[in-house]
């Protein structure tokens, strides 16, 4: 395998295992243990600990070590406040770009909100819904720079979904209807309403997320 083939193994491995949590926020790896779990050279893993760095996923700090960035109600704040900055706008602005055939088989997932419903007893599913439908969206944008901008935002979302864990039932209906709610203006080619439905739909997850973290009786490791 070529050195770069290596380098590329090396990043993704990590950075799944922290997107994930495997690796929880605020705990410190060893940069010889990873070589020995990936059974890599220090060469591509310290390039991929590079990367993670920059990308905000790692910090490496001085005499101390490699800590997992942890996660903080700020962050949140931060994730919700850029993804209301991109998405509403690449909709308002690249919506015509938007896979329709995709687009109409969501929106008919998304009329599904029965309780007895697949989606309402697989949150695994759900979520990948989710993650699909709002890539769908950013992937259209033809900006790199803007595309390259919310990879980063993302892997922190992915973080904060999997160490919330399950969506209730009852956010998990409004999250379809929300979307409903933005599809339905797509397929009608009505950006401006679909871009202030996307708006809307965000910060009621915004909402749901901070409601979770500072009133659940059992509150994931996020900072205050």
């Not at 700090?61 to 949140?76: A, E, F, Q, W």
């Not at 995709?102 to 009329?111: A, G, P």
């Not at 901008?149 to 999997?162: G, L």
């Not at 915004?206 to 996020?222: G, H, M, Q, T």
């Amino acid at each position: 395998m070529t050195k770069t083939n290596l380098k590329t193994l090396a990043y993704t491995a990590i950075r799944h295992k922290i997107i994930t949590c495997e690796y929880a926020p605020g705990i410190f790896l060893n940069e010889e243990r990873l070589t020995e779990e990936l059974h890599l050279s220090r060469t591509p893993v310290r390039d991929a600990l590079s990367r993670l760095e920059q990308e905000g996923l790692i910090e490496i700090r001085p005499k101390r070590g490699i800590m997992v960035t942890p996660l903080s109600v700020n962050d949140i704040n931060m994730i919700f406040e850029m993804r209301l900055l991109y998405e509403p706008y690449i909709l308002l602005h690249y919506g015509a770009l938007l896979p329709e055939k995709r687009l109409t088989e969501l929106h008919d997932i998304f009329l599904q909100t029965k309780p007895d419903s697949e989606y309402f007893h697989n949150n695994a599913y759900f979520y990948e819904l989710d993650s699909e439908f709002h890539l769908m969206i950013v992937n259209a944008c033809p900006n790199t720079y803007i595309c390259h901008s919310y990879s980063q935002i993302w892997a922190q979302n992915q973080r904060f979904r999997n160490l919330t864990g399950d969506v209730s039932a009852r956010r998990l209906a409004a999250t379809f209807q929300e979307h409903l709610d933005i599809t339905g203006p797509c397929l009608r080619k009505n950006w401006k309403e679909a871009a202030d439905k996307m708006a809307y739909h965000l910060e009621q997850s915004k909402k749901s997320s901070f409601d979770y973290v500072l009133n659940s009786p059992d509150p994931p490791d996020i900072q205050l």
